[in-house]
């Protein structure tokens, strides 16, 4: 019994080693097969990205967001194949401070870039930086003004042309950098123009289909962009003028546009890469009195394009308040570049389609501008509501922009108690989060009162 037990145990005994070995050389096979895939699979491939900065273009004068008149078929035909932010939010109503946090995912009262000379304090990286750092090409084509490289723009970048020039050389030089950079290197594109800017360049046709006003309307003003627009009263049938004459700029623009995004399928670009389409801040022709930009907080202003589209981003229309401080982030983040970097939170969940990210009951982000210049604005957004203080006079003003997107009924009065929350949110983030130190300065006094004598257009 024992011997048949020893002998049936020696059997079991071999049997298990059997079966072990043979596990051992499963496991092992296993292990080498995946040593092999792990070996014969790329890397992930690291994606493009190219960002079209139109500069003043508000989000209301765009077929998509709402307006009647067919200016942007092209945007809108773009942004349908992509997310489209519907309610995307600048810290700032004129050029540098709003790129200045476009390019650090700061708020202007962080960076602190928010005054004519001002520049981007060297201590702040850029995206140009991070991504240059991480293996990126760079190549910034910008129209110059106050995206020039003297303001801390062009830190970053291999190249950085800021020389005025048309969209159409803009675009064609940005087919010619895409045409010439080897495949296998990944590159960020920043291309930035002030084609819908005051004067508002477009084609005569254009100028013609969209004149609201008789031909007998004569305006007569040399060169409207560069008076200083707070010392001007302008009558209505010259705003009226101005705002017929960036609409068709705009369809030029878009026209314009039309032929890159054409080169970009045509080259299948956009299957590795994400092309993103924004702007700084509006222009105003009047709502509240104003004219150009600059100078107040409102929503034809404030509020501007967002659009992303590229590998995996299916077409939504994101309903949620974010800002272009929210940009720098979610460009790292898309990317796979494993960096936080500014005050904005990252988007790509959005882009994933994960909706609605924030839980009902959870408080909205909040969202900061300012203005520096002429005058002392803050504003902060928190959902629907809007808060805008003078800073000199004490002014508060309080809108509902889900019942009023136009503000033009201030309820601070009506509604005491969101108006004393905001004032609080605000008063937080102007006691907190300020560097305290400028970036140093891009231009002199004696340049800046040059630059103002020309009534130089922001
Ligand atoms: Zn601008």
């Known amino acids: 019994m024992i011997a048949d037990r020893g002998r049936r145990g020696g059997r079991e005994y071999g049997g298990v080693l059997l079966r072990a070995g043979l596990i051992y050389f499963l496991f092992g096979a296993l292990f080498v097969l995946l040593i092999a895939l792990g070996c014969s699979q790329s890397p992930e491939p690291r994606r493009n990205l190219i960002v079209i900065s139109m500069d003043t273009l508000r989000a209301d004068r765009l077929g998509s967001y709402g307006y009647a008149r ?109 045409e010439s950079l080897p495949a296998d290197e990944p590159y960020f594109l920043f291309l930035q123009t002030f084609t819908v800017h005051c004067p508002y360049p477009a084609s005569p046709a254009h100028r013609a289909s969209f004149r609201s006003q008789p031909e007998s309307v004569v305006i007569e003003m040399a060169s409207p962009c560069t008076v200083r627009p707070l010392e ?34 045509q080259r299948g670009e956009l299957e590795d890469t994400y092309l993103v389409l924004l702007s700084d801040h509006g222009d105003e022709f009047g709502e509240h009195d104003g004219i150009f930009h600059g100078h107040t907080l409102y929503e034809e202003l404030l509020h501007v394009p967002l659009i992303v589209v590229g590998p995996g981003i299916e077409p939504s229309v994101i309903e949620e308040p974010v800002g272009l401080v929210d940009f720098m982030q979610t460009a790292l983040d898309l990317l796979q570049v494993n960096i936080q970097a500014g005050e904005g939170r990252s988007l790509t969940r959005y882009l994933e389609g994960e909706l609605p990210w924030r839980a009902p009951a959870q408080e909205p982000v909040a969202y900061f501008a300012s203005t520096e210049e ?20 004490g002014q508060v003003q309080l809108f509902d922009l889900g019942k009023d997107p136009g503000e033009r009924l201030d309820v601070a009065a009506e509604r005491p108690f969101t108006r004393d929350r905001l004032l609080l949110v605000l008063n937080r983030h102007l006691e907190r989060t300020s560097l305290g130190e400028k970036g140093g300065r891009a231009l002199s006094p004696e340049q800046i009162e040059e630059l103002e004598a020309l009534g130089y257009a922001r």
């Open 70 to 178: 067919s200016t942007s078929p092209t945007i809108d035909a773009l942004g349908a194949r992509g997310a489209r932010f519907a309610r995307a939010h600048s810290p700032a109503p004129w050029t540098l401070p709003s790129h200045a946090s476009i390019f650090t995912g700061l708020t202007p009262q962080v960076h602190a870039t928010h005054g004519w000379g001002d520049k981007i304090p060297s201590s702040v990286p850029t995206l140009a930086e991070l991504l240059r750092n991480a293996g990126w090409r760079t190549f910034g084509h910008t129209t110059g003004g106050f995206v020039s490289g003297r303001y801390g723009f062009s830190r970053g970048f291999e190249e950085y042309v800021d020389k005025l020039s048309g969209f159409k050389m803009t675009l064609n030089a940005a087919r010619r950098k895409i």
């Open 232 to 265: 001007i009263n302008f009558s209505e049938a010259q705003k009226r003028l101005f705002s017929d004459r960036y609409d068709a700029a705009i369809r030029s623009a878009d026209e314009q546009l039309a032929g890159f995004i054409e080169f970009l399928d």
């Open 374 to 393: 002429g005058t002392k604005l803050r504003s902060v957004s928190l959902g629907n509501d809007k808060l805008i203080l003078d800073l000199e006079t």
